[in-house]
């Protein structure tokens, strides 16, 4: 799966990578340079995050993430995979100080405003600086759910069938672990985030 999502990400980037003249981009800093190419970090979206804010993801450099795709109607699985992180959160801050990211990236940007996403933070527990909820465009949003390999389908004006997958990435924006998600045993999964985290 690791070759898949990155022939996927490298397809991605340089599709949006202008051409550069020979010394354009001597002025970058070495901590820019330094990202690796398969780093998310390289992604061009911008989103919106629960508080209205604009943000890409080169923003979050330096802290581990752990990341999923839900969106606030969903009243089956996306309940049990909000459990699951936040077990996992739970667990994870025992296991290390280091700060981690929980990312929730919603896969209806239609209907799940700012004021929808800070609601359903609230509603789940999940206020702290170290939850973030993300909007994007259609197009951005099916973008970054083909580089985690999550599949999605709107089945009517309000639900949607969906992967359940939790995502792993290092604190270059690598992913380094994925597990399916919705109440299962999650030690491998904080392993991993604690191990990360801890580099």
Not at 40 to 65: A, R
Not at 127 to 150: C, M, P
């Amino acid at each position: 799966m690791k070759t898949y999502i990155s022939l996927i990400l490298i397809a991605v980037l340089f599709s949006c990578q202008p051409d550069d003249p020979v010394g354009q981009n001597a002025h970058i800093p070495f901590a820019e340079e330094e990202i690796p190419d398969m780093s998310i970090y390289h992604l061009p979206e911008s989103w919106t995050t629960q508080y209205g804010d604009p943000i890409s993801f080169v923003d979050l450099k330096g802290e581990p993430l752990v990341v999923v795709m839900i969106y606030t109607a969903c009243r089956t699985a996306c309940p049990r995979l909000v459990a699951d992180m936040r077990q996992i959160e739970e667990k994870v801050s025992k296991e290390t100080k280091e700060p981690v990211k929980y990312v929730m990236v919603s896969i209806d940007p239609e209907n799940d405003t700012p004021d929808k996403l800070m609601k359903f933070a609230e509603d789940n527990g999940m206020k702290g600086d170290q939850w973030l909820f993300l909007r994007g465009t259609d197009e951005g949003v099916r973008d970054f759910a083909n580089i985690l390999s999550v599949k999605y389908k709107k089945i009517n004006p309000i639900d949607f069938s969906h992967s359940n997958i939790i995502s792993v990435f290092d604190a270059q924006g690598v992913l380094k672990y994925q597990k399916e998600g919705l109440g299962l045993e999650n030690n491998e999964i904080i392993k991993h985030v604690a191990k990360v985290a801890q580099k």
